[in-house]
């Protein structure tokens, strides 16, 4: 496989590790590279596999998880977990659960078949899709959609059975629809926000 040494500088720290262009792995430990080096490319896991940072495109049959940052599209079959910041482009896509634990940021889709979960605050761009529901600090600028939806400001749609937001510009569609600094705190099927 083909790897780098970096090193690197900011203002608070200086790290150095080496950079592997392609890893991947059938478990945490089963893996190449190390869960304590970072990859900057391409990371495909037949099962999952864990790593310090990841950079590119990520593809996990089981699950990703990558212990402090992660930037670039996410696809597996159960989960996708991030401790570090997460920068989503394109798509972060699981079968089970997105979780991310720092702050997020996704441009394109965030789409789980169970739940999203962005610990910190989480800003989509485009769409968050969770079917059962999604929960965190999320600022929406597009679509939310789930049986359950939690957002802290709403700019666009909010669409599920219960839908939450602390303020609203834009629609929410749903059996129960909540706005903490609404005009209209609680509505039924249909409220708006201006």
Known sequence: ?????????????????EVWVVGGGTAAGIQ???????IMGIRMSIGYAENKRMYGFDFGTIGN????????MAISGIFNITGGRADV?????AGGINWNIK?????????AIGVNVN????DIYGLQMGLI???GNN?????????????????GFQVGLVNRAVSLTGIQLGLLNFVEKGWLKFFPFLNVGF
């Open 1 to 17: 496989m083909l790897n780098l040494a970096v090193v690197a500088f900011s203002a608070n720290s200086i790290w150095a590790e």
């Open 32 to 38: 190449t590279p190390s869960e304590e080096d970072s």
């Open 65 to 72: 998880m990558t212990k402090d940052d992660f930037r670039g």
């Open 89 to 93: 482009i394109l798509m972060q896509a």
């Open 103 to 111: 702050r997020t940021q996704v441009f394109g889709t965030q789409f």
């Open 119 to 122: 610990q910190e605050r989480a």
């Open 133 to 135: 529901g999604n929960f």
């Open 139 to 155: 600022n929406i600028y597009g679509f939310q959609m789930g049986m359950y939806n939690q957002a802290n400001q709403v700019y």
